[in-house]
């Protein structure tokens, strides 16, 4: 993975996995912290699980915005279904103070994104596609566990001080 944990090629299989699932947890914060008009974003796994937060001070609401997430997933992939319309690439729910953007960014996970009223649509849709395009591939099965077992850990970016890159 691209990011200041990456593994050396002598590092054994879980110290690469380690080294990668703190990568995936530092570019969801900088994702957040860097795309205009984003407040927080969180990574969810296929099966509904938070696999990743941009703010780990704040797990209840990342936990509650995961459950949201999973079930907008699930909503959007029976429309899908239902009407031939093929897998999920993007769902936007438009509030009264902001936007929640889901975008799916491998087979097994989403990320979702709360924005505010005033971010630009296309600009944060853009940022999740460039990051859905720089996860995607290396987001396996067993790093997405991974992450499942790290999340919430507050698992330190090496390179960045830890916490919030």
């Not at 790290?150 to 001080?161: E, L, N």
Request: no cysteine.
């Amino acid at each position: 993975m691209i990011g200041p944990n990456s593994a050396a090629p002598w590092d054994s299989d879980e110290q690469r996995l380690a080294a990668d699932a703190a990568d995936f947890t530092w570019m969801v914060s900088r994702f957040a912290g860097e795309t205009a008009g984003v407040v927080d974003a969180i990574a969810v796994s296929s099966d509904g699980l938070l696999i990743a937060v941009s703010r780990p001070q704040d797990q209840g609401a990342s936990e509650r915005l995961a459950a949201v997430v999973s079930g907008m997933t699930s909503l959007a992939a029976g429309a899908g279904g239902n009407y031939g319309l093929g897998a999920l690439n993007k769902v936007i729910i438009d509030m009264e103070g902001g936007y929640l953007l889901i975008a799916r960014i491998g087979s097994g996970a989403v990320l979702g994104a709360v924005t505010t009223s005033d971010a630009k649509l296309a600009n944060v849709a853009y940022e999740m596609t460039l990051f859905a395009n720089r996860v995607g591939t290396v987001l396996s099965p067993a790093l997405i566990m991974e992450l499942k077992n790290t999340v919430g850990m507050g698992v330190p970016a090496r390179g960045t001080g830890g916490g919030q890159g």
